[in-house]
């Protein structure tokens, strides 16, 4: 059964940082791309960072490049995002997942985590 911890959310002051992890396991996740995901109140969950299993050439989307880094612990089944400079609209629940090699907005699979919410606030 697959499953996803993330963890490393709190509320942080604007231009603060944070650090996520995500856990993975109950599957072989060799060569799957694995990514996280943010979903703020009303809105629908949007990709925000992409990994490949060679860490190579990482997918950020626009609203975050330059600011956060995704990473990855093979060994570990553990990707990371080290959010920078946040800001108040950085504020949802992050959630991670394996994507498919193809768009790395499709989850690979329907099971979602519990999330770790990142609350943006002076």
């Known amino acids: 059964q697959v499953r996803m911890v993330e963890s490393g959310g709190g509320l942080v002051q604007p231009g603060g940082s944070l650090r996520l992890s995500c856990k993975a396991s109950?599957?072989?996740?060799?060569?799957?791309?694995m990514a996280w995901f943010r979903q703020a109140p009303g809105n629908e969950r949007k990709l925000v960072a992409a990994?490949?299993?060679?860490?190579?050439?990482?997918y950020y989307s626009d609203f975050v490049k330059g600011r956060f880094t995704i990473t990855r612990d093979n060994a570990e089944n553990t990707i990371h995002l080290q959010m920078n400079s946040l800001k108040p609209e950085d504020t949802a629940v992050y959630y991670c997942?394996?994507?498919?090699?193809?768009?790395?907005?499709?989850?690979?699979?329907?099971?979602w985590g519990q999330g770790t919410q990142v609350t943006v606030s002076s």
């Open positions: 997942n394996a994507v498919r090699d193809s768009d790395f907005a499709l989850p690979l699979y329907d099971y």
């Open positions: 109950g599957r072989n996740f060799e060569r799957v791309p």
């Open positions: 990994i490949q299993w060679s860490r190579t050439n990482p």
